[in-house]
């Protein structure tokens, strides 16, 4: 398979799914390799397949200079279906976890998925957890982020439930109580959360009053961009992760030792994964590097000002990358990648 990727994508083990720096030992000790399959295979080629359809992109490019004025970018690609996303297949999620499928019995496993988005990503946890809950919070127009800022999506909600997820309130759901979760995920919200702090303690008390594990992804480097505040129109979170380190390894280190640590969390293991989106016309598929943390909660919570920040030397440019340049930066990569993957042998 991993060969099969390769010649046809130029989807690249060595460079999508391992480390390319060594980390201090604990971090390194705790990194769970994963490797391309089936489910990356077909979902590459589903993307080449919009990519190369002009009906489609012509649709996609009307509909999104229609709906733009109107709604925030998150809204249009909910309403036109587009720029699905791709992270793990069933089988990469269960070996990360440690399930036996055979073994597992989904009837009475419940799974709460924040910031869900369109539920692609959450799908393919279903085969796990027969109940599942989302959270999905982002304004449907410039409108309601002025006036009524605590509207949520119901385009996005909408189509969530039709899922079959049962939608809990975004800013509220840590104060649910009466319901256990086998498992709750945070992929890619952490540095989109207008407080990863906040996101950070309701999950610990959630996953604490649970006994759950809880899985956190994000891309790196970490680059904060709120697309929603309920505080306001800023698109800087209320307080930035302390993240340090000019390498992959190095900011997936820092992550476990300055933040999940002081946050009440233990590290279980880690992975590298590609955080695939459809692309468009010139760019069949866009690739983020993603690093997925399974955590637990420590109880009792340790002293969050115990020790300070570990610094592993990220220059003082690096933070004050926008998310725009970081996009760039990455299409570079992607090009190199599939401009000649996409070209007749």
Excluded at 63 to 69: F, Q, V
Excluded at 88 to 109: H, R, V, Y
Excluded at 142 to 147: A, Q, S, T
Excluded at 160 to 187: M, P, Q, R
Aim: aromatic share 12%.
């Amino acid at each position: 398979m991993p060969f099969e990727l390769e010649r046809t994508y130029g989807l690249r083990a060595d460079y999508w799914y391992r480390l390319q720096n060594l980390s201090p030992n604990t971090t390194q000790q705790r990194f769970f390799e994963s490797s391309p399959d089936n489910e990356t295979q077909k979902f590459l080629d589903k993307s080449d397949e919009i990519s190369n359809s002009f009906i489609w992109q012509t649709i996609r490019n009307l509909g999104t200079k229609m709906l733009s004025p109107i709604y925030p970018k998150t809204d249009v690609i909910g309403i036109l279906g587009s720029g699905n996303m791709f992270l793990f297949s069933e089988q990469q999620l269960s070996k990360f976890i440690g399930i036996d499928k055979s073994n597992w019995d989904a009837t009475n496993k419940t799974v709460l998925d924040l910031g869900a988005g369109n539920g692609n990503i959450t799908e393919y946890m279903r085969g796990f957890y027969n109940k599942v809950y989302a959270t999905e919070l982002s304004p449907v127009s410039e409108f309601e982020v002025i006036f009524v800022k605590k509207r949520k999506s119901q385009k996005m909600r909408n189509r969530l439930t039709s899922k079959g997820y049962t939608i809990l309130d975004a800013l509220e759901w840590a104060n649910v109580e009466g319901i256990h979760f086998d498992l709750i995920t945070a992929f890619n919200l952490i540095d989109r959360h207008y407080s990863p702090t906040t996101l950070l303690n309701d999950l610990y008390r959630a996953s604490t009053r649970s006994n759950c594990p809880v899985i956190v992804s994000l891309v790196l480097p970490v680059i904060h961009y709120v697309e929603y505040n309920p505080s306001g129109k800023s698109t800087d979170p209320d307080k930035m992760m302390q993240i340090y380190g000019q390498t992959y390894s190095e900011q997936a280190h820092s992550m476990i030792v300055n933040v999940f640590q002081p946050a009440g969390f233990e590290v279980v293991r880690w992975t590298r994964l590609p955080y695939l989106c459809e692309g468009e016309t010139h760019y069949p598929v866009y690739y983020l590097p993603d690093a997925v943390f399974l955590l637990k909660p420590i109880k009792p919570k340790p002293n969050a000002f115990a020790e300070r920040p570990v610094d592993v030397s990220i220059p003082e440019a690096t933070s004050n990358l926008n998310i725009t340049t970081l996009y760039a930066s990455i299409r570079e990569q992607s090009t190199s990648d599939y401009s000649s993957a996409f070209e007749s042998p």
